[in-house]
């Protein structure tokens, strides 16, 4: 599970402290996949990586009990002057993985060609994009974590086949994914929560999230 007991965290843009969270309290368990809710700006990537641990809160605790992944997008562990395949092997030995089985697993689900010899600066947002959430599913998590959802590509077999392998991990992991659409959260979450205000409302369902959500949107 991952657990926030009592966390806050702010930012000072300049002109003005923005409050994420204010002594927020909170429980992913294993096995119920949330859907996070909220609007653009309001801090939902913030809240994300606070999650897989790469950002801290200002007070208050989190706690972990199990394997979570890295957010899907977040490029901070891969080196951009090397290429896919050698931050391939790169990340499996820091996780205790097969290198050739996680190389093998990207280059059939990335299909970069031969652009998976070529250094990840050398990409455009979408293949890095692709190459990231590839990553993501080659190692084992526990708890895997989605900013926005499925990344935006226009290669139209990685996006079967990744929707596909993230379904199937809904069937033996836990997944959390941020957004600020509701459809986005449609096809995997069984549980939802809004962030706003620097609060986070849980709901054991994307419907009843999805009232507050728009009844906030309207006002």
Request: charge should be negative.
């Amino acid at each position: 599970m991952i657990e926030f007991s009592n966390v806050s965290k702010s930012f000072w843009t300049g002109t003005q402290r923005k409050v994420i969270l204010d002594r927020v309290s909170f429980r992913v368990e294993i096995g119920r996949n949330l859907g996070i809710l909220a609007p653009n700006g309001t801090g939902k990537t913030t809240l994300i990586n606070m999650m897989a641990g790469l950002e801290k809160p200002d007070e208050g605790e989190i706690r972990k009990t199990c394997n979570v992944s890295f957010p899907l997008g977040f490029m901070g562990g891969v080196v951009s002057r090397i290429s896919a395949k050698e931050n391939c092997r790169y990340i499996a030995k820091l996780y205790g993985m097969d290198p050739d089985y996680v190389e093998a697993y990207c280059r059939w689900l990335c299909n970069l060609g031969e652009y998976f010899e070529q250094p990840l600066g050398t990409y455009s947002s979408g293949m890095k994009s692709r190459f990231s959430f590839a990553l993501m599913l080659a190692l084992d998590f526990d708890i895997y974590l989605v900013d926005e959802g499925m990344p935006n590509s226009t290669d139209v077999d990685f996006n079967r086949k990744a929707g596909a392998i993230l379904r199937e991990r809904l069937e033996t992991t836990t997944i959390v994914i941020v957004s600020h659409q509701p459809a986005t959260l449609e096809k995997y979450a069984n549980a939802a929560a809004v962030l706003r205000n620097g609060q986070l409302y849980m709901f054991d369902t994307l419907e009843e999230a999805k009232e507050l959500y728009d009844y906030e949107a309207q006002g």
